[in-house]
């Protein structure tokens, strides 16, 4: 098993990208190569950025430990649009985005620990 395989973040951004996947299988055709692959690719480059980042040195982790934060602040950016667009119901929006909020808080937590702060 992988280092990365236990961080509980990780198994939390694997949750959240099959969610993404789930609610943008719904989406307008038209979106495919639009909001609906920005979502899904965001979603997915938080899971991949931990697990990179995981086999380098504890400088390039925390490097991509805030890439893969920056993707959960792109994922909430896609989410306002998509609840605009009526694409996504209020429920909906709130739950991702907490769960936005919270790997977010995690990525932190685990940024911070790496740096030795």
């Excluded at 236990?6 to 639009?34: C, H, M």
């Excluded at 009526?86 to 709130?94: A, E, R, S």
């Excluded at 977010?104 to 702060?117: A, C, D, Q, V, Y």
């Amino acid at each position: 098993m992988f280092k990365f395989e236990n961080l509980k973040v990780y198994q939390k951004a694997l949750v959240f990208a099959d969610i993404v996947y789930r609610i943008t299988n719904s989406w307008p055709k038209q979106e495919i190569y639009g909001l609906t692959n920005q979502f899904r690719r965001a979603a997915i480059s938080i899971a991949l950025n931990i697990a990179e980042g995981s086999s380098r040195t504890n400088k390039d982790f925390s490097h991509f430990l805030s890439l893969a934060r920056g993707s959960c602040f792109e994922c909430v950016a896609i989410l306002m649009i998509a609840k605009n667009q009526k694409l996504i119901t209020n429920n909906q929006y709130l739950d991702i985005y907490g769960k936005c909020l919270e790997m977010s808080k995690m990525l932190s937590s685990l940024r911070t620990k790496i740096n030795g702060n």
